[in-house]
């Protein structure tokens, strides 16, 4: 999640590449969102990397500069909803402003989160353990050094343009629902039966879209699930 204001502008403690082995390398899915939607499932266990590198710390200059510039793992792009730990203060998290639901034994809240201003977190202290600890495979590669973080904004900027691109379509295909996480969108729009017979550049919409989301998934499997 990315850092409050103070953290930004001032370079405090940030806690996003602190703790690893609680995310997507516990082997678990961290969070329901497009791996669940398309079926990209991939096990990431820990200690099955095939790279051995030297972990180059991250100054939380440069956690200011990549985080407030990406959100998609807050904005409902990257994920669909974010389940709590042990340890969340479920209370306290609902005074702040995050709607919670039961999902199986466990609470959780949906994505676009409620918190999530754009840029930054609303909540960043009091913030979810699994925000606090999740790590994208940007900001791993930018910490192991094996990364710039400028080619790291780069292809921050790529992958939202693209996640535009699809909310373009979906607006243009009647879907509004803005506090919907984007895999939910796609998938009530394309549940939607095709008229052939209807107007022909909304049918070649829905094949734009196919291709958009295609595109958007490539982009996040390949630098930001991994």
Not at 176 to 181: A, I, Q, S
Request: charged share 25%.
């Amino acid at each position: 999640m990315p850092p409050s204001r103070a953290v930004a502008a001032a370079g405090g403690q940030s806690a996003l590449h602190g703790q690893r082995g609680d995310g997507w390398n516990s082997g678990g899915t961290q969070v329901d969102g497009w791996r669940g939607f398309a079926g990209l499932r991939r096990r990431h266990r820990a200690g099955s990397a095939t790279r051995v590198s030297t972990p180059v710390p991250v100054s939380n200059e440069t956690v200011a500069q990549l985080c407030p510039a990406c959100g998609l793992c807050c904005n409902g792009v990257l994920f669909g909803d974010v389940e709590l730990r042990r340890g969340d203060d479920a209370k306290l998290l609902t005074s702040v402003g995050l709607e919670l639901f039961r999902k199986g034994s466990r609470q959780a809240f949906t994505q676009p989160c409620a918190c999530f201003d754009g840029k930054l977190c609303r909540i960043y202290a009091d913030r979810p353990k699994r925000c606090a600890t999740f790590e994208c495979g940007l900001l791993k590669r930018v910490q192991d050094g094996e990364m710039k973080p400028a080619l790291a904004l780069r292809k921050i900027a790529e992958t939202r343009r693209q996640a535009d691109r699809v909310l373009q379509l979906l607006r243009s295909l009647g879907d509004v629902n803005e506090t919907l996480p984007l895999n939910k969108r796609y998938a009530a729009v394309s549940a939607q039966p095709i008229d052939l017979s209807a107007d022909k550049a909304e049918v070649e919409r829905r094949g734009e879209l196919m291709l958009a989301v295609a595109k958007l998934m490539e982009l996040l499997e390949r630098d930001f699930l991994k």
